[in-house]
C-alpha cells in the first residue's frame, strides 16, 4: 500500500519561509521522478518542481531561485524548501510519484497540504 504524507504547511508572512516534508511509505523513492505541485482556488495545477531519477531538478520559471527539491533516501523523504514567499504562492501543495518525469504521469498522488502566504 502507497502512501505519500505531505506536511510543514502552515501560514506564513511573505518573504517568510517553509519547508515542505513528503514522507513515503509503500515505494521506494530512490531512482525513481517525484515531484511537486501546487493548486490554487480558480487555477490549474501547477508542477513547481521535481527531482529525476538520477537527481537532476528542475523547478518552475514561477519559483526558480525561490524554491529547491531534494531528497533523502535514507528516510525515503522529499522536500520542497520555499523562501522568500509571496502571496501568489498560496496553494494546496502535493508530492508526487510519477512514472518519468518532465511529461511522465503521475501514479501516486499525496493528498496535500495547504500554504498561505499574507
Known amino acids: 500500500h502507497v502512501q505519500l504524507v505531505e506536511s510543514g504547511g502552515g501560514s506564513v508572512q511573505a518573504g517568510g519561509s517553509l519547508r515542505l516534508s513528503c514522507a513515503a511509505s509503500g515505494y521506494t523513492i530512490s531512482g525513481r521522478c517525484m515531484a511537486w505541485s501546487r493548486q490554487a482556488p480558480g487555477k490549474e495545477r501547477e508542477e513547481v518542481a521535481s527531482?529525476?531519477?538520477?537527481?537532476?531538478?528542475s523547478v518552475a520559471d514561477s519559483v526558480k531561485g525561490r524554491f529547491a527539491i531534494s531528497k533523502d533516501s535514507a528516510t525515503n523523504t522529499l522536500y520542497l524548501q520555499m523562501n522568500r514567499l509571496k502571496p501568489e504562492d498560496t496553494a494546496m501543495y502535493a508530492c508526487a510519484a510519477k512514472r518519468w518525469c518532465w511529461a511522465g504521469p503521475v501514479i501516486y498522488w499525496g493528498q496535500g497540504t495547504q500554504v498561505t502566504v499574507s
Open positions: 527531482i529525476a531519477e538520477d537527481g537532476t531538478t
